[in-house]
Every structure is written in C-alpha cells, then in structure tokens.
C-alpha cells in the first residue's frame, strides 16, 4: 500500500532515484512500496553476496579461464545486456514511484533530465560488459580455430596430463603477398612450470645450418645428413631452420600427398633438436605485432645506439629512451643492417620482455577493442580452443614467474656446424634450474609492471664480455659468464 504523506521535492526525488542506482529499493520504501522495495533490496543482497563469495573461494585464474568458454561468453553477453536493460527500467521506475509529477514544471525537467542521466550511466557499464565478451568471442574463434577432436579425451580432469611442463613453440613469421610460403624469422620454445610459472624461453637462431630431423620421418628418409639444398642463384642458402616450414609445404610428395605438414614438420624439428616434446605452436605475423603495439599504445625501450633499417637503408630508429610504435618496434626487432641475426634475436627477446612488462591490465582494457582485431589478424595457432580454459591461469601465473632464456648463438654454439648434443644438455640444464627456482616473491622489485623501460645491449647477452680485465682491490677477478646459463628475459636490456 502506497504511503500518502506528502511527496518529496526535487531535492529529495533526485536524491532518492541515485540512491536506487547503488541500492534498488531504495526509492520505492520512501514511496511506500514497502513490499516491493523489500524484495529489490533482498535480490540484490543476495547477489551481492554470491559475487563475495564467488570472489573469496574461488581461484581467480580458473575463474578468468572459464569465463572464455564460448558458452561462458554467450552468457555473460546474454546476462549482461538483459541486466543493463532491467536495471534501466528500475532507476526510471524509482524516479516515477516518487511521483515526480507534483513538482513544479522546472524541478520536473530538472529531476527528469538528472533521472535519464541516472538510468543511461546504469545502462553504459553492462553495455560494456556485454560488447567486450562479444568482441572476445569473435576474436577468440578466429585464433582457435583448431578442432575439438585434437583435445585430448580425459584431459578434462588433468589438463596436463600428468606432466610438470607445457612446451609452446613460438614462431614470428613475416608473411607477405610478393613472398609465398611462411618463413619462421624467430623461433623460440616457452617452456613453462604448470605448477609454478617458472618458465625458459629457448631462442634457435634462424641460420641454423644441418638441421636434423626425427629418425624415420620423412624429412629424415629426404635429408639423411641433415637440411642441405643446393646454393641459391645469389649465394644465398634456403636450407636454414628458417625454411623448414615453407619447404615442407611446398613439398607435399616427401609425405604421401598430404598438404601443409610444414607447421608439424617444423614443431617435429624443434622438439628433436631441444629434446623436448613441443605441446603447440603459435605462429606470431610480425607486422601483426606491429598492430598490436599499436593497439597497447606504444612500448617503451631505450635504443642504445641509432639501428638502421629499410631496403636502402632509409630509415632509422634513433638512439634514446623511446616509446616506439608498432612500425618502428619492429624494425628496431628485425633490422639486420650493419648487425647480424644473433644481435637481432637479443632486441627481439627486448621487445617481448617490454611487452611482457608493460602490457597491464588496465591497459588492455581501456585498449580492448584494438587488442582484440589485432590478435585477431597476428596469431595462428593449433592450440585447441578447450585448453585456453587451463592457460589462461597458466598465462596469469607466468605473468608473475620467473622467466629466464637461453639463445643458441655463438660462443654457445657454432650455427654452421651444431653441437646438437650440448644444445639437448643445455636445455636439461636450464629446465632443471628453472624446477628448482622458487616462484619470486610479489615485491615491487620483482613485480613486471614495476619496470617502466627496457634498454637494448650492444651485443648479444650470451656472449662474455671481451674487455680488459677488470682491476680490484678487494676480490679477485670475476670468472666469465657461463653461456650455458640461462638468463632472465630482460637481462641486458636495462
């Protein structure tokens, strides 16, 4: 029953309609809709507390990874569209039980014009909601478009299926349309504790000469003694590790027929060089990530010397503390010009840990939109859509690991002639350290987000210092570094 005591003023009826925005029900107790208002304020107490306890008993990178399942999306899109239109209908219906229709003409467009306000702002937040789970189902079928059928059964109970690592082949590629054919630029192999988040990242070089395939598979029947081609017209070779996918694909005879095997010849290859079993691969276009860095805003690096790039050596990315755009990141990451490919796998490894640091929360979401259409047109992948569930809070946990990396480049290796035994003995060697590596503490020192820059070496991190040595008065010489040791993402870099 309606309460008859005399009606609010304006004061009052905007008062009471914002307070229904935060606490429904509200408006309608001071208008006399005690039964109604009783049960607005107790759903929404209700729900309040499911989402507490939501929050305190569950494991919030589970919780993230669930939230991308395709039905997870629909209903959150679903849910957040249908809240957003009812809550609007609730902040109007609070307005009108006020009966604002006894205020004067100006305190009624006044206390309507706030109340439209009111019930748009109430609108915006689940519009958001809704049009962010739309956009990432989108984006997120476009990437994980492999099949159901290659998620293995049982998984679902132990995604990892009992082992202690996950090994992701990661791949930069720079597909063109006067260039058929997907050459593999970087080739690097994260290699990640499922229990900690303790990773390896693992950098082959794209020179690598005689690559050897697994005993017995075609690759191995073709290239007995390793990948050897004849010489190019220009001197130049196409039987590197960078062209083992390409040519794998333009080779569908060596297999039968059978069509586009260069991604698994090439995951096949690296597993047996490393002498691990790679799990997927992701294959990373390289002016692709260009658009995402863009779409992050820019990365913060300090370039240390003026890197040259361009077919005429027309451009330049100059010396400095910089934030670099998506065009020029890449560049100062894949120039070879008066440098070499093993300097240019250190600015890589820069450019990643920048991007690893710097790319927080907050900013991909106030960049959602972006993010999400570059993803969209950077990544190939045969992860299977199911285990993002699993790798999400894998990913969140990494984000807070430690992450350390070793480059097979000279002094550690010879390209021309690979000691593959060592290059196996020195993953195992820093796969053990990285099992054994605590999980680092969450201090502002240790945090990523804490580091605003990174700083590009001179020369590769893996190679010991050749200046003079160092004189003291208090300690002996320091031993040169050890090449086999693996070392953090961004070490060298600032």
Known sequence: MRDRSKPPGIGAVIGWTALSVIAPGAAHLRAGWRRTGLVLLSLYAALLLALLWVGLTSDLGSLAGQLLASSWLTGVTVASLALGVAWFALVVHSFMVLNPGTLPATGQAAAGTVAGVLAVAVLLPFGFVGQYAAVSQTAIEGVFSSPAATFPAGREQDPWAGRSRVNILLLGGDADDHRPGVRTDSINVASVDVRTGNTVLFSLPRNLENVRFVPGSPMARRFPNGFRLPTGPGGGREDLLFAVWEYADAHPEIFGGRKEQGAQVLIDTVGYTLGLKIDWYALVNMWGFARLIDALGGVTITVPHDVVFGKYNEGVVKAGRRRLGGADAMWFARSRTYSDDFSRMGRQRCVLGAILQQADPATVLARFNQVALATRELIRTDIPRPMLEHLVPLA???????????????????????????????????????????????????????????????????????????????????????????????????
């Open 396 to 494: 969140l946990k990494v984000k807070g690991a430690r992450v350390t990396s070793v480059q097979f480049v000279p002094p550690l290796i010879n390209t021309g002639y690979p000691d593959w035994a060592r290059i196996r003995t020195v993953t195992a060697k820093a796969i053990r350290a990285s099992a054994a590596a605590p999980r680092p503490a969450a201090t502002p020192a240790t945090t990523p987000a804490a580091t605003p820059a990174v700083t590009l070496p001179a020369t590769p991190a893996v190679t010991p210092s050749a200046s003079a040595p160092v004189k003291t008065t208090a300690k002996p010489t320091a031993k040169p570094a050890d090449p086999t040791a693996p070392k953090g993402i961004t070490d060298g870099c600032g």
